[in-house]
């Protein structure tokens, strides 16, 4: 049976003009039985569309803050170094991923990411635009959880993990501020900070601020996360008419 194919958001390093990955974003998709392939870095409207046919699945990484005027503000000066090219090219995919009905999971600026292009805000500083006692920029290890969140009730996340509350770790200095129309809540930190969401209308748009990369090794919780995706795309793939045909024709 072949692997199913998750398609990885590069990250970019712009002062050394190369794009590149945490080896755990790829390590944990493995170990869930997935093949995980970093994309290219591009905004070609004709090949983001094969890439999004043609993959089975999507992860949306962390990295560089969102653009403000993606949420309809201005850059108070409280935004962290931007870019342009992975902001493009993430909106130019996620409508396709979204339309096509592909699973998704976002990662720290995935889940930011997500909440954006569905509608909704983001603080553009949180220590400054929401004072908190709770941690949500750790020193390292970052596998380490340094914060509690409680989980939703009849969420996709509190179905995986089978229980009321999880440690995380934590490493963001952005957050949702307005939750997007067509997300709701999977968890919530102290304070009140949206820590999870998913696209109920879909069959998997997840997202966690936190990092189960920087966990995975450590932390079943993590495990069980990138286990769930994967194990939606396998799912998936099983039900369709040309996995069943395969299946009889073997």
């Not at 990662?107 to 603080?123: E, H, M």
């Not at 995986?160 to 509350?165: A, E, H, K, N, V």
Request: contains cysteine; proline residues 8%.
């Amino acid at each position: 049976m072949k692997k199913p194919t998750i398609g990885i958001i590069p990250l970019v390093d712009i002062g050394r003009e190369s794009y590149w990955m945490l080896p755990g974003y790829m390590e944990g998709i493995i170990e869930a039985g997935g093949l995980p392939v970093m994309l290219p870095l591009t905004s070609d409207q004709e090949l983001l569309k094969q890439l999004a046919e043609e993959y089975d699945a999507f992860l949306f990484t962390g990295g560089h803050d969102l653009e403000p005027v993606l949420y309809g503000e201005e850059n108070g000066g409280l935004c962290g170094e931007l870019c342009p090219q992975r902001d493009k090219m993430e909106g130019i995919l996620f409508p396709l991923i979204y339309e096509l009905d592909k699973p998704a999971l976002g990662i720290c600026r995935g889940l930011q990411f997500f909440n954006v292009a569905l509608g909704g805000t983001l603080y553009q500083d949180i220590p400054q635009q929401f004072p908190t006692t709770v941690n949500h920029h750790q020193d390292p290890p970052y596998d380490q959880p340094i914060h509690e969140v409680a989980l939703t009730g009849g969420t996709p996340l509190q179905t995986i993990l089978g229980c009321g509350s999880i440690g995380v770790n934590s490493c963001h200095h952005q957050g949702i501020k307005d939750l997007a129309p067509g997300l709701k809540a999977m968890a919530h930190a102290a304070d009140g900070l949206v820590e999870a969401v998913y696209a109920p209308d879909k069959k998997c748009i997840w997202a966690v601020q936190w990092h189960p990369e920087f966990s995975h090794q450590v932390d079943q919780n993590s495990r069980r996360l990138f286990k769930a995706f994967v194990d939606v795309v396998v799912d998936g793939a099983a039900h369709s008419p040309v996995r069943n045909r395969s299946l009889m024709s073997g």
